[in-house]
């Protein structure tokens, strides 16, 4: 199943369907997006964030900014998504320190916490010099300016892949979860999918 970045909300059976079907061992892509009228994730994103919360995933709810991007000829709301080793979906992908491998517009970021329900495998980062901005009211007017003092600097998650464990007491036959998230789902429209690897991913 492919959840591709949701903006209205969830009925609450459809998320108990949803939730169930992934506990159960549904396969499924799932990617959020940001909406600037909600100062953050979208309506339907920020009901998919508590999804992926059991699986050890936490979604962030703020606009990354990396002026990395202006050397690429895009703009700073463009982060350069660099491929994570240690994957199957992206180990054949070039890993370099320079060259992005992914553009990934208007994103937010991913964390990971420890979870007795599965591990999680980062897939894509950004670059050392990104940041999440916090000034929703500066984004609105086209404008970001680093401020130390609120905004998170450095490399951060940008896809993670999850993959259930198995418990004890499960039945034989029960299929182990697995997820891919996105920090975003634009990566994936008709006016990025031919730009660098965004296809491949």
């Given at each position: 199943?492919?959840?591709?970045?949701?903006?209205?909300?969830?009925?609450?059976?459809?998320?108990?369907?949803?939730?169930?079907?992934i506990?159960?061992?549904?396969?499924?892509v799932?990617?959020?997006?940001?909406?600037?009228?909600?100062?953050?994730?979208?309506?339907?994103?920020?009901?998919?964030?508590?999804?992926?919360?059991?699986?050890?995933?936490?979604?962030?709810?703020?606009?990354?900014?990396?002026?990395t991007?202006?050397?690429?000829?895009?703009?700073?709301?463009?982060?350069?998504?660099?491929a994570?080793?240690?994957?199957?979906?992206?180990?054949?992908?070039?890993?370099?320190?320079?060259?992005?491998?992914?553009?990934?517009?208007?994103?937010?970021?991913?964390?990971?916490?420890?979870?007795?329900?599965?591990?999680?495998?980062?897939?894509?980062?950004?670059?050392?010099?990104?940041?999440?901005?916090?000034?929703?009211?500066?984004?609105?007017?086209?404008?970001?300016?680093?401020?130390?003092?609120?905004?998170?600097?450095?490399?951060?998650?940008?896809?993670?892949a999850?993959?259930?464990?198995?418990s004890?007491?499960?039945?034989?036959?029960?299929?182990?979860?697995?997820?891919?998230?996105?920090?975003?789902?634009?990566?994936?429209?008709?006016?990025?999918?031919?730009?660098?690897?965004?296809?491949?991913?």
């Open positions: 199943m492919i959840v591709g970045g949701p903006h209205k909300a969830f009925f609450p059976k459809e998320l108990e369907i949803l939730g169930s079907w506990k159960d061992g549904g396969h499924a799932l990617a959020v997006d940001l909406d600037l009228d909600e100062s953050g994730l979208a309506k339907g994103s920020k009901q998919l964030a508590e999804l992926v919360k059991p699986y050890g995933v936490n979604v962030m709810n703020e606009m990354l900014v990396d002026p991007s202006k050397m690429a000829n895009v703009e700073a709301q463009v982060l350069l998504g660099f994570a080793n240690g994957h199957q979906i992206t180990k054949d992908f070039p890993h370099s320190a320079v060259a992005a491998n992914f553009l990934f517009p208007l994103t937010t970021y991913l964390t990971r916490t420890e979870s007795a329900a599965a591990t999680v495998t980062p897939l894509a980062n950004t670059t050392q010099n990104a940041w999440a901005e916090t000034d929703w009211g500066s984004l609105r007017q086209g404008r970001a300016t680093f401020d130390p003092g609120k905004d998170h600097q450095g490399k951060m998650d940008l896809a993670y999850i993959e259930g464990k198995t004890a007491g499960q039945r034989p036959s029960a299929r182990a979860v697995k997820l891919t998230v996105f920090a975003n789902a634009l990566f994936a429209t008709n006016s990025l999918i031919d730009k660098v690897g965004n296809r491949d991913l």
